[in-house]
């Protein structure tokens, strides 16, 4: 049964090629329904019910606010539902439905019956870390924001360093001369140190963090889309373009992307990894995202300061490794149906 | 009784038949030539005699009987005894099939010590004999050179040198000469014929032009689709052939002549001066760039619906001379069309220009987009020099001009690889005509294809320029067709003009002697 029909016989062999990598085309069902079940996060691990039936109103406490005095408590702030007294007003009258997790990743279980961190229970899957919070919501949430700062580094800096490398591969010449010195110089400077430094008079945010790395991260597909480019500006499907007065950027556009693209889509992936491990080792050393987000290197640390609590290291170190190597996988499945070499044979 | 022969070959790439049914005997001491187009399977028919086909092939023969002796039933290690020992073998482009990283005299020895085990000193001692055998100077320096350093013919000549290194009975040559220049393949063709007769070798010559090959061979066997049109000696061949097939081969050699046209027709396009010079790599730093001069001083004119013929080796700077006229490279001196100076414009006045001047390029494979389809090929000059034109009329336009350069409609929404190179051609001259320029200017159209196919293009370009009194400026090294379709012609040596004049007067009387070599060389057989 055919997803979507591709018309294009070119993308219809690539993707016929790509699935013919069971590894690879598996590797990126898992990681869809890992990212998709990670983007609604709120409704698999939320410390607020999803349903409440109240005195025959319906209430969604997921994505709206209640006060509490809406369920006939005493205060005119948000309804706690974790309270066991709000949990009792509740229960008179109707009934909640909670999601799997009744925990979000900054929940602290104040009911544990061992001091934190707790190992795993039939409440915490995956036991809590130090301050009593749930390890499995707090990967959940630190796989979504690790992944989506991945992804929107990754298509950034891959925006930049395509219109970067395809000026300097078309136009070639002086302006391809400095900006490949340019390059060499940029690309030497110590990332790490420099966001260190950056980040003790910037205060980091996901924004400010995306901005500093994408300053460094760019460079990865300039030299292969310049080289691609090149290559294609003596071709002479180019030149009949240029003889025919179309316009420099239509060609590069038309003719000459479609060909760096390929290039460019097999790096994608590992770019993507390389972008997850740089946050997960800033968070890790603290010059990451602020404190109150979710973030897989924070439960790294926790994990190394807490040796006696084997289950958030390893939970943590298994959740890493199955992500980047299911991109990883991913990856190089795009890569061989992409190989013009392996799928014309 | 025949020194190598092999009886129903049949190859196969998965369900597609490539060879069906070959039958062939190559007698002691004669010349057989293979001849067939593109695709006729000769090549592969030849690399199954020492079982060097690709994997991805299949196939099964009757029998491959060498002296005597069956072929198939050889291990592994015997087949190596015979490739390179008792069979030698050379390919169609020299530089490719040598090793970039080695010397002339690493690329002789390596099949000596792996087949005779000799002593370095022996391998260098008959290395320069063979260097002699294949006219090459027999000196150390020959023998230190890397394959960059040598011209295309010395190159092939190194190769005939491997081949022959460990004294085989048969040599396979499989399109020895195509990749090199006319007087060149001449030469190198001469050289073969020499140590056929000196050396008493059998040689299995495969080629697609018949005109060459008849010079040479004793024999020859004609190849269409995988199977065996015709055989017999060369002069029953051609004198008197037997199969329609052949006949159509013979007939498609380019011929005929275009009338003059009337003295009084308006120029078109007139370049004075043009002057391209490249900058070599510095030696040192600061030093001075030395300059390559690929285009020198050369002034043309081209008159309405007139073909001017721009002829010359490789490396003479013919397509260097195009791109300038079109204005792609950076060029000196003036160019003036229809009256207007273009050399002054800028490349956003010039637009509107370039409408009137388009080209075709040589190899039908890299000039069409393989992620375009052909209607989208076509129609990208309409929406660059008229936007304003709805979807309609333009398919309108698209559908008109496949009808006239004799493609079917359906092609409109195909892609380029699921054509063959001479309707890829007729794309590509779409392409250019589309925007109805007053000047096509042709680089080599007709060198990548077969004789039967470059006849069709080069008929189609002929209708088309009485329909739309078309100027052409056609750029070729073959002579014959140049000859056939051009009113005037221009020989280019080391981007000079050597000579240029009407083609009656060039062909029948070349003043110069380098025009007078490349057309003996080009005419040899007639």
Known sequence: MPLLKITNPVWARQWQAFRSNRRGYWSLWVFLVLFVMSLGAELVANEKPLLVSFDGDWYVPVFNSYPETTFGGFFESEANYRD??????????GWMIWPPIAFSYNTIN????????????SENWLGTDDQGRDILAGLLYGFRISVLFGLMLTILSSIVGILVGAVQGYYGGKLDLFGQRFIEIWSSMPTLFLIIIISSFVVPSFWSLLVIMLLFSWMTLVDLVRAEFLRCRNMDYVRSAKAMGVRAPVIMFRHMLPNAMVATLTFLPFILNAAVVTLTSLDFIGFGLPPDAPSLGRLVGQGKANLHAPWIGISVFTTLTIMLTLLVFIGEAIRDAFDTRKFLQ | MSLLSLRGLHIQFGHQVAVDGMDLDLEPGRMLALVGESGSGKSLTALSILDLLPDSATWKADSVTFEGEDLLQLNDKQKRALRGGRIGMIFQEPLTALNPLHTVEKQISESLFVHQGMSHAQARKRCLELLEQVELPASDDMLKRYPHQLSGGQRQRVMIAMALANNPQVLIADEPTTALDVTVQETIL????????????????ISHDLGVVGRFADDIIVMHNGKRVEAGPTRTVLTEPQQEYTRHLLDSEPQGRMPALPEDTAVLLEATDIDVAFKGKRTRLLAPAPVFQAVDRISLTVH?????????????????????????????????????????????????????????FQDPFGSLNPRMTVGQAIAEGL???????????????????????????QARHRYPHEFSGGQRQRIAIARALILQPDLLILDEPTSALDRSVQFQILEL??????????????????LKVIRAICH????????????????????DAPQQAYTRKLINAAFAGD
């Open chain 1, 84 to 93: 066991p007294v709000v949990k009792e007003l509740i229960n008179e009258k």
């Open chain 1, 110 to 121: 104040y009911d544990l019956d061992v001091p934190a961190p707790a190992p795993p229970s």
């Open chain 2, 190 to 205: 001469t050289l073969i014929k020499r140590l056929q007769t000196e050396l008493g070798l059998s040689i299995l010559l």
């Open chain 2, 304 to 360: 309405k619906g007139e073909t001017l013929g721009v002829v010359g080796e490789s490396g003479s700077g013919k397509s260097t001379l195009a791109l300038a006229l079109l204005r792609l490279i950076a060029s000196k001196g003036s160019i003036t069309l229809d009256g207007t100076a273009i050399h002054t414009l800028s490349q956003g006045q010039l637009r509107p220009w370039r409408r009137r001047m388009q080209v075709v």
């Open chain 2, 383 to 409: 929406a660059v020099h008229e936007p304003a034109l709805s979807r309609e009329e333009r398919d309108t336009r698209v559908s008109a001009l496949l009808d006239e350069v004799g493609l079917p409609q």
């Open chain 2, 461 to 478: 370009l002929k209708s088309l320029q009485q329909r739309h009194q078309l100027s052409y400026l056609f750029i070729s090294h073959d």
């Open chain 2, 488 to 507: 005037r012609v221009m020989v280019m040596k080391d981007g000079q003009v050597v000579e240029q004049g009407d083609v009656e007067a060039i062909f």
